[in-house]
């Protein structure tokens, strides 16, 4: 998008639509998702990692979580849910930045280390090797839930009367 002298601007809605920050997204996902002992060995593997100067200290805090009847009717408070987050700045400019579920602010700032090494190119395939084991127990976790929930199925079917 070009505006009357300026320069083209990036589109937000481009930049979310763009492989890369599709794959940010996958990454920061399993990060959320990671065990601290993952984020740990991941650290550790991805050693040494240059130092990280707190954008936003780790902190625990409250998010209200929203539901909506049927998916898509009038919304409605579900409750409360306890979340870390965290915001680092590498030494190389790279910032990185993590939320994850529940009260554990060293994890969530692990994590952030972990998303800023992702974006630092040369470390990208480093950092996707590190993150490979924590993505097989998340789709195995997964496909137990499908097995578990596909073992609850019913199946209905009608009888129809021979008297119409």
Not at 117 to 128: K, S, T
Request: charged fraction near 25%; aromatic fraction near 4%; hydrophobic fraction near 45%.
């Amino acid at each position: 998008m070009t505006t009357e002298n300026s320069t083209p601007t990036e589109n937000p809605t481009d930049r979310e639509a763009s492989p890369e920050a599709a794959a940010r997204r996958q990454a920061m996902a399993a990060l959320a998702r990671a065990e601290p002992a993952e984020l740990d060995s991941m650290l550790h593997a991805l050693a040494p990692v240059p130092t990280a100067i707190d954008l936003r200290a780790p902190e625990v805090g409250l998010v209200m979580l929203r539901g909506r009847t049927g998916g898509d009717g009038a919304p409605f408070n579900l409750g409360e849910a306890t979340v870390s987050r965290a915001a680092v700045r590498l030494d190389g400019g790279a910032a990185g930045f993590s939320y994850r579920l529940g009260r554990a602010p060293q994890s969530a700032r692990a994590a952030a280390i972990i998303d800023a090494l992702w974006q630092d190119a040369g470390r990208r395939l480093a950092v996707e090797a590190a993150l490979a084991p924590v993505r097989e127990r998340l789709a195995r976790e997964a496909g137990t839930v499908r097995a578990e929930t596909a073992a609850t199925k019913v199946e209905f079917f009608t009888l129809v009367r021979g008297e119409d």
